[in-house]
């Protein structure tokens, strides 16, 4: 496997894999990264649809891009991912999965359509004061340590920064800006997360940070992601004859390690409560998703708060299968999974889904968002944060297109909430977010959009319906970790088995995005197979000099370098530099780019 850049190999067809009609394929898991393996397999490995085998535990594919309806409590949403024009393992993919609504157009040019007809951004993106604008008025307010220290981790290597956290390496000053506001809020990290992931996150995106206070970077699907785009990828596959099997539980796959050389020779599952077992040979490929944030969620509905009773720390179907995997190791090649797993109260947030059609919750929800949600376009543009929510919950919630569902009512609207912290009391409601019915979830938001207090009660009873999801690892990916903590995508050695999703590793690209899960299925199958075409590398937009002084112009709120605070030895130095590049192409740069006038 190789990565390449471009549209000689982006456009190019590979030829067949050799000897790719003997070999089978098993893949554990039907999230993004399992359903991109086998679009993989059948697009450009040309393996029969036939020999592919999906293996899914639950009775529904797509992993944690989930959706759906319980005719008895509600919508369900565990929670969805913003995407970028440069998804480029993504793109390459929904170019040729034709959609299930729109006749012989792509999931890819419907997506395109839809978002340059209706683009994103927000007209609000946090409020105070019960309902108030916050008035962030695209700001970041980065003090000069903190821009300094955001500087530093940029240029940071990874190796300086394994097992740090964010707080080991930025100021105190910097939780206070409105920088760390739409970070944390929009990306879900926290104070004690991975100082290695944030770096990753701001040199994949620094293209974006001019459209980070608004959102106008980002893309959404017009459904919910479940049916915009798992469910188009799983009618692929079956066209193309790729077998899919739900109820099937994998506790482990052996491996035998001789003198380095990796074999996966058995796979062991559970179906029907019977323990049975897969022979494998080296023409079997598997494809293990090792670790799920959204493993061993918990449910609640309108009247009843989730049952936490069954989370014990550290175990769920996919660590345990990821841990009976790295017992085998005899070194460090399948990973640490204990490093992600072992901390739920560092790693859980919650989510909830609440249904309404009622005007006047409707009405104070344009109040906010300026726009009508019935419209079908773009509502609030991405998360809206409750400021006065920080130290409680630190509640956010957002409306996408609607409907978000295509069974939902035409006159209903769905309302999708989040909360970083469930273990403190809310503003309204005196109690932990995981203690709460969905009744009381609603309150807590209707109470922060400004809804009259006497009316608050009746309306989350008899005016929304709630639902709830807690779930206690969806951040685990962002625990501080090393660089052997994540197994490689293909191990060392590895002869006919792969790790897959977001806890595997593959340089450059970000977890918690659509993106990172596919490009591991698309470098697993690429590797396995020899498929001799580019992978398309991560954008390098780090690398661009146009977009980093680009960046810098507005992570300094747009100002000109001699507005900013400088004391007399920077002036004087910057008073050279400027010299020094006058009437060459980099005083260009720095006039395009809005830093000098």
């Known amino acids: 496997m190789y990565y390449s850049s471009g549209t000689y190999e982006a456009f190019a067809h590979p030829e067949k894999p050799e000897g ?4 089978s ?10 359903l991109t393996a086998a679009f993989y397999l059948v697009r450009d490995g040309q393996m029969p649809g036939n020999h592919i085998h999906l293996l899914e ?16 409590k509600g919508f369900y949403m565990r929670g969805g991912r913003e995407m970028d024009n440069h998804f480029e393992i993504m793109w390459d993919v929904f170019r040729d999965v034709p959609s299930i609504e729109t006749p012989n157009v792509s999931v890819l040019d419907e997506y395109y359509w839809l978002n340059k007809h209706d683009p994103n951004y927000s007209l609000c993106r946090a409020t105070v004061n ?3 604008d916050a008035h962030t008025d695209k700001l970041f307010k980065l003090d000069k340590d903190s821009a300094m220290a955001l500087s530093q981790l940029f240029i940071t290597p990874e190796a300086n920064l394994e097992d740090k956290k964010i707080s080991d390496v930025l100021p105190e000053s910097f939780w206070e800006t409105n920088f760390w506001l739409y970070w944390q809020t929009m990306f879900a990290f926290q104070k004690w997360s991975s100082a290695l992931e944030m770096k990753r996150y701001l040199c994949r995106y620094v293209h974006h940070i001019d459209g980070l206070p608004d959102f106008s970077a980002l893309r959404f699907t017009k459904y919910n992601q479940y049916e915009s785009m798992i469910l188009p990828l799983i009618e692929y596959l079956k066209k193309h004859d790729v077998d899919v099997q739900f109820g099937m539980n994998v506790k482990n796959v052996i491996i035998e390690d001789v003198d380095g050389k990796k074999t996966a020779k058995e796979l062991i599952y559970v179906k029907d409560n019977k323990e049975q077992s897969i022979p494998l040979t080296a023409d079997d490929l598997v494809f293990i998703t090792n670790g799920c944030c959204t493993d061993t969620s918990c449910y609640g509905d309108q009247t009843h708060a989730p049952d936490l009773s069954g989370i014990v720390n550290g175990q769920g179907e996919s660590w345990d299968l990821w841990k009976n995997i790295a017992k085998q190791a005899k070194h460090d090649e399948y990973g640490h999974p204990d490093v992600f797993c072992s901390d739920t109260e560092a790693t859980n947030w919650m989510s909830a889904t609440v249904e309404t059609s009622n ?12 726009r009508d949600p019935r419209a ?6 991405g998360i809206v944060t409750v400021k006065d929510s920080v130290n409680n919950w630190f509640l956010s919630w957002t409306i996408n297109r609607q409907p978000q569902f295509r069974s939902q009512n035409k006159d209903t609207v769905l309302v999708w909430l989040y909360a970083l912290h469930t273990d403190t009391e809310g503003n309204y409601i005196k109690k932990a977010m995981r203690d709460c019915t969905g009744e009381e979830i609603c309150q807590e ?14 309306y989350s009873e008899n005016a929304c319906n709630t639902t709830t999801c807690f779930m206690p690892y969806i951040n685990a990916f962002f625990q501080p970790r090393k660089n052997v903590d994540r197994p490689k995508v293909v191990p060392e050695g590895a002869v006919n088995f792969a790790f897959i999703g977001q806890f595997a590793e593959t340089p450059r690209d970000t977890i918690f995005t659509t993106e990172y899960s596919m490009r591991t299925g698309m470098e697993s199958v690429y590797t396995l197979l020899n498929v001799d075409r580019g992978v398309p590398e991560v954008w390098g937009s780090q690398y661009d000099i146009r977009e980093l002084l680009r960046a810098a112009y507005y992570a300094v709120d ?14 004087m130095l910057l008073k050279t530099v400027l010299k020094n590049v006058e009437g060459t192409d980099l005083e260009l740069l720095l006039r395009d780019t809005g830093l000098i006038e």
């Open 20 to 23: 790719v009609e003997k070999k």
């Open 25 to 34: 394929a098993y893949i554990i898991g039907t999230g993004l990264a399992g």
């Open 57 to 72: 535990k639950l009775e529904l594919a797509g992993g944690s891009c989930d959706g759906y309806k319980d005719v008895h």
């Open 130 to 132: 019960k309902g108030e």
């Open 359 to 370: 005007e006047d919750i409707i009405q104070h929800i344009m109040n906010i968002c300026k």
């Open 376 to 381: 079908g376009k773009v509502t609030t543009g």
């Open 445 to 458: 938001w209707l109470y922060h959009i400004g809804m009259d207090e006497s009316k608050i009660k009746d």
């Open 558 to 571: 747009k100002k000109k370098i001699n507005e900013l605070p400088l004391n007399f030895k920077e002036k």
